[in-house]
C-alpha cells in the first residue's frame, strides 16, 4: 500500500499502462498536493503552455513517493516529457509529502478534458512539425527536388502549374492528385511545393511522406495502442502530401483511417496533395468513396517527355554536375534515352564519372561505349522494314502505305510512327530513313519525330501504344 492511500496494482497494467482512473481514490492529502503543483505550473508555464500541454494532466496514482499522472496522448506525454517534467518533478518536491518521483503515464480517454480544437492549442501547432520528425513520421525532402531545377516541357505544364499554384494561393484545389508514370518527376514536384513552403510560409506545418511510410507509422500506432497521437499529429497540419498512394491498394484498415484523415483535413480547409502512377479512377484496390474523393479538386497527369524536355533536363543536370557536355552528346542522350527522366540521368550521371575517372574528354564514342549495355536494345539489328511491318501490322495498314504517298490521317499518322520508331530504334540518318519511306525527303522524316513526340505528350494513349511498340520490337 502507499502512503497516501490508492494501490499501484489495481491502477496500472502489467504493460505500465494505466487503466482507468476511477480504480484510484487519492487521499486529501494527496489531492490537495496535485492542486498544488496544478497551480504552479499554470503560473508558472504560462496560460498558453499550460493550456497546450499541462491542463489536460490527471492525478492517477501516488505510491512510495512516486505521484503518477496521466495524459491523453503518447504524443503530450513524450512533449512533456522532453520540455517540463523536470521543473514539475521539482515543483511535486517542494509540495511536500515525500513525493521523490514523477511518472507520466498514458490514459487513452482519461477523465481530464481533452484539448479542444477552438483551444487553439498554438504551442502544439507549431511543434507538430518538431514532433513528426522526432517521432519520424515526415520524411526527408531532398535538396535537389525544387522548382528552380524542374524543367518545364509539355508533358509535365498542367501539373508543373498546379504545384506552383498550390504554394502561391491558398488551397486553391483541394485534393491536388498528380499521376504519372515511374521516373516522371511526380515526387519531384512535391518535394518542390514543400521546400517552397518551408521557405515562404514557415509558419504552416507540412507533412509529406510516402504512402507506405502512412501505413508503416499507422499501424505502429496500433500495436502500441496509441492512434491518438497518429490521428492529431496528421489531423493538425497544414499541407498533407502523401507520395505514392497506390501502396495502400488492398490496405483496407490504413484507406479507412486515410479517408478520415482525408476528410478531417478537407473539412478544415487545409491542403492535400497526393502522388500516384496512374489516376484516381484507375486506382483498383482502393475503395471506390476514396478514389471518388480524390478526383474532386484538380487531376494533373504528368505524360511521357518529349525529346526536347529531355534534351532540357540534361542540359540542367550538367550545369548542376559542373561539367561542359558536347551538345551532340545531349541530344544523342535524348534521343535514346526515353524510358524514363531516372534513367535519363543515371546515363548522363555514368558518361561524366567515366571521363572522371578516366581523365579523358566526353565524345559521342566514349557515349556509345559507357552506356553499351543500355543502348543494346537498339543496337541489336532492328531493321526498317521489321518496325514498318510491326507498326503496319498494330495499326492494321498495308505495309505498302509505309511507301505510298497517300495523306489520309488513318496511313499517315502509322507512318509518322514508324519513322519516329527508325529514328530511335536504329543507327540510321534521316535521309536514309526517308528512302526506306518511300523516297521521302529527311525534312518529312524530322517533322513526323517531331509531331509523334508532341502527341505523345498530349495523349497518353497514343503515347502508351507507342511505347507498346517499342517495347514489342525491343523485347
Ligand atoms: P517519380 O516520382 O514520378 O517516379 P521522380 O520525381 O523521382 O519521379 O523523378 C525521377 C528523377 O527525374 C529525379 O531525379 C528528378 O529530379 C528527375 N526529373 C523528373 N522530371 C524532371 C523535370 N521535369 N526536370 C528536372 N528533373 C526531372
Ligand atoms: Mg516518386
Redesign the pocket.
Known amino acids: 500500500m502507499s502512503e497516501f492511500g490508492g494501490n499501484k496494482a489495481s491502477v496500472v497494467s502489467l504493460y505500465g499502462q494505466a487503466l482507468a482512473p476511477e480504480t484510484f481514490d487519492p487521499t486529501p492529502e494527496v489531492r490537495a498536493l496535485w492542486e498544488k503543483v496544478y497551480n504552479n505550473m499554470r503560473e508558472e508555464f504560462g496560460e498558453a503552455i499550460f493550456r497546450s500541454w499541462l491542463k489536460p494532466m490527471a492525478l492517477q496514482a501516488c505510491y512510495h513517493g512516486t505521484l503518477e499522472v496521466s495524459v491523453p496522448t503518447r504524443f503530450m506525454k513524450d512533449w512533456i516529457s522532453t520540455h517540463y517534467v523536470e521543473r514539475i518533478r521539482q515543483m511535486c518536491k517542494e509540495a511536500g509529502e515525500g513525493i521523490e518521483r514523477l511518472e507520466i503515464v498514458v490514459v487513452h480517454g482519461h477523465a481530464s478534458e481533452e484539448i479542444k480544437e477552438e483551444e487553439a492549442p498554438k504551442a502544439l501547432k507549431s511543434n507538430v512539425n518538431e514532433l513528426a520528425e522526432k517521432l519520424d513520421l515526415s520524411s526527408p525532402l531532398d535538396p535537389?527536388?525544387k522548382f528552380e531545377?524542374?524543367?518545364?516541357?509539355k508533358s509535365?505544364a498542367l501539373a508543373?502549374a498546379a504545384a506552383s499554384r498550390v504554394v502561391e494561393c491558398n488551397v486553391p484545389f483541394n485534393p491536388l492528385f498528380i499521376y504519372?508514370?515511374?521516373?516522371?518527376?511526380?515526387?519531384?514536384?512535391m518535394h518542390a511545393i514543400a521546400w517552397e513552403l518551408k521557405e515562404k510560409q514557415p509558419e504552416k506545418v507540412v507533412m509529406y511522406l510516402s504512402a507506405e511510410k502512412f501505413m508503416y507509422q499507422f499501424v505502429k500506432a496500433i500495436r502500441a495502442q496509441d492512434t491518438m497521437t497518429f490521428k492529431e499529429i496528421f489531423r493538425s497540419v497544414d499541407v498533407l502530401m502523401i507520395?505514392?498512394i497506390q501502396f495502400i491498394a488492398g490496405k483496407d484498415s490504413t484507406q479507412e483511417e486515410f479517408f478520415h484523415t482525408f476528410n478531417a483535413l478537407v473539412d478544415q480547409n487545409k491542403q492535400i496533395i497526393i502522388?500516384a502512377?496512374r489516376a484516381p479512377s484507375e486506382l483498383q484496390g482502393i475503395d471506390e468513396r476514396l478514389r471518388s474523393r480524390m478526383s474532386w479538386g484538380l487531376v494533373a497527369d504528368?505524360h511521357a517527355?518529349t525529346y526536347d524536355?529531355r534534351l532540357?533536363?540534361l542540359k540542367?543536370?550538367s550545369v548542376q554536375l559542373g561539367v561542359e557536355v558536347p551538345e551532340p552528346v545531349l541530344e544523342f542522350l535524348a534521343l535514346k534515352v526515353t524510358s524514363?527522366?531516372?534513367e535519363?540521368?543515371g546515363a548522363l550521371n555514368r558518361i561524366v564519372a567515366h571521363a572522371d575517372v578516366t581523365k579523358s574528354e566526353i565524345t559521342l564514342e566514349s557515349t556509345q561505349d559507357v552506356l553499351q549495355d543500355l543502348l543494346r536494345s537498339s543496337d541489336r539489328r532492328i531493321t526498317i522494314d521489321e518496325i514498318q511491318r510491326r507498326v503496319a501490322e498494330h495499326y492494321n495498314v498495308r505495309i505498302a502505305d509505309m511507301h505510298s504517298s497517300r495523306r489520309a490521317r488513318s496511313v499517315a499518322r502509322p507512318r509518322q510512327v514508324a519513322m519516329y520508331l527508325a529514328k530511335q530504334l536504329t543507327a540510321r540518318s534521316l535521309p536514309e530513313i526517308g528512302r526506306k519511306f518511300g523516297g521521302r525527303d529527311h525534312t518529312t522524316v524530322m517533322h513526323a519525330v517531331k509531331k509523334v513526340d508532341e502527341l505523345i505528350a498530349e495523349d497518353p494513349s497514343f503515347a502508351q501504344d507507342v511505347e507498346v511498340l517499342r517495347r514489342t520490337l525491343t523485347g
Open positions: 535537389r527536388f531545377t524542374f524543367v518545364v516541357g509535365n508543373h504519372g508514370g515511374v521516373g516522371l518527376g511526380k515526387t519531384h514536384l507520395d505514392d502522388a502512377d504528368i517527355s524536355l532540357g533536363i540542367t543536370r524514363n527522366i531516372r535519363l540521368e
